[in-house]
């Protein structure tokens, strides 16, 4: 098994990033992305009177795919506050490149 050390040095090599203190602050800027877009996307699916108890088969999917997209706004937004754009801003695009959403 690696140590912790490695792994983080090559992730910080993998990223381009320079100290560990900036990848804890990207760390923290994934962790509040994701809770904050789950956390808006069910009063979302809410305002539409869609329930998990009166329609799970619709509520689920429905909720997914709300995040999504809140996500990759979410993500670029708490980058900016944590001072982190620059980096966010190539990796989102990198991912929606991959997904084959934006063109090379």
Same mark, same amino acid.
């Given at each position: 098994?690696?140590?912790?050390?490695?792994?983080?040095? $090559?992730?910080?090599? #993998? =990223?381009?990033?320079?100290?560990?203190?900036?990848?804890?602050?990207?760390?923290?800027?994934?962790?509040?992305?994701?809770?904050?877009?789950?956390?808006?996307?069910?009063?979302?699916?809410?305002?539409?009177?869609?329930?998990?108890?009166?329609?799970?088969?619709?509520? =689920?999917?429905? $909720?997914?795919?709300?995040?999504?997209?809140?996500?990759?706004?979410?993500?670029?937004?708490?980058?900016?506050?944590?001072?982190?754009? *620059?980096?966010? =801003?190539?990796?989102?695009? *990198?991912?929606? #490149? $991959?997904?084959?959403?934006? *063109?090379?």
């Amino acid at each position: 098994m690696p140590r912790k050390s490695s792994v983080m040095n $090559r992730l910080k090599a #993998k =990223w381009e990033i320079e100290s560990n203190a900036q990848l804890i602050i990207i760390f923290i800027v994934f962790a509040v992305t994701g809770s904050t877009a789950s956390k808006i996307a069910a009063p979302v699916v809410h305002f539409f009177g869609i329930y998990s108890e009166t329609y799970p088969i619709l509520y =689920w999917p429905l $909720r997914i795919i709300l995040i999504f997209p809140l996500y990759q706004v979410l993500l670029i937004l708490f980058g900016w506050i944590f001072g982190q754009f *620059k980096f966010f =801003w190539t990796f989102e695009k *990198k991912m929606l #490149k $991959r997904l084959k959403i934006l *063109k090379d």
